[in-house]
């Protein structure tokens, strides 16, 4: 199947810090979904990207579809302690017989101290 | 309130038992899927169905099992073949796999755990 790179893989942050986390692929996808996973849970689209260039806030939480197709990045500022949890990238392409396939990064671990 | 219910949310087996996962949803969703997730990985997809008696496997299909009689169900047993079963399972519901445009809600997972 397809590769997602998605780093950081974990991050430490000050209360108040921004924060920037990204997505890259070696192909081209059509659509970047932005989930976010509390321990215990499952995961809850943040933002959706439909469109190259496309950049989407969610609140304090901002998403970006990259101009080449194969990347995307979310930034969350002001992180406050409710902002724990692992951030996960998914990537949409057409894998085929009139069928779309998702394909999710391993995902960032955001602590608050 | 639309959703997906995953039960239980905690379940122990013995070696060689089968057990089967419930995932239900009343979004009116087409698509539904079987993720496991297992520390520090990504989802890795089992078997997805995008029709009532109709699914196909994912990436990671040896040692599950699925059935799809009714739209709103769509359980996953995890046979004795599954030499490795212990992980959390997210199910989750889209309204299509042909749309592009398809995004996933997903339900609160199982934790399966093997003694």
């Known amino acids: 199947g397809q590769q997602l790179n998605q780093s950081p893989q974990s991050m430490f942050i000050q209360e108040g810090e921004d924060v920037s986390m990204n997505c890259t692929s070696s192909?081209?996808?059509?659509?970047w979904l932005w989930y976010k996973q509390e321990p215990g849970e499952g995961p809850v689209l943040l933002i959706a990207?439909?469109?190259?260039?496309e950049l989407t806030s969610n609140g304090r939480l901002t998403a970006q579809f990259g101009i080449t197709r194969k990347d995307s990045f979310l930034n969350i500022s002001a992180s406050i302690p409710s902002d724990v949890g692992i951030y996960f990238c998914?990537?949409?392409?057409?894998?085929?017989?009139?069928?779309?396939?998702?394909?999710f990064g391993k995902g960032t671990k955001l602590s608050v101290i | 309130d639309g959703g997906i219910t995953q039960s239980p949310k905690y379940l122990f087996r013995k070696e060689g038992q089968n057990v089967t996962l419930s995932c239900e949803q009343n979004?009116?969703?087409?698509?539904m899927y079987w993720y496991r997730q297992d520390p520090g990985q990504g989802l890795r997809l089992i078997y997805y169905?995008?029709?009532?008696?109709?699914?196909q496997k994912g990436d990671i299909a040896e040692g599950y099992s699925v059935s799809r009689e009714k739209k709103e169900s769509f359980p996953l047993t995890v046979t004795s073949a599954q030499k490795n079963p212990t992980a959390f399972y997210l199910c989750?519901?889209?309204?299509?796999?042909?749309?592009?445009?398809?995004?996933?809600?997903f339900g609160a997972g199982s934790r399966l755990t093997v003694l």
């Open positions: 989750a519901s889209g309204r299509d796999r042909v749309s592009g445009a398809n995004v996933l809600t």
């Open positions: 192909s081209i996808f059509n659509t």
């Open positions: 990207l439909y469109k190259a260039g």
């Open positions: 998914a990537g949409r392409d057409y894998s085929g017989a009139g069928s779309y396939q998702l394909t």
């Open positions: 979004l009116n969703h087409d698509a």
């Open positions: 169905s995008q029709i009532v008696n109709d699914f």
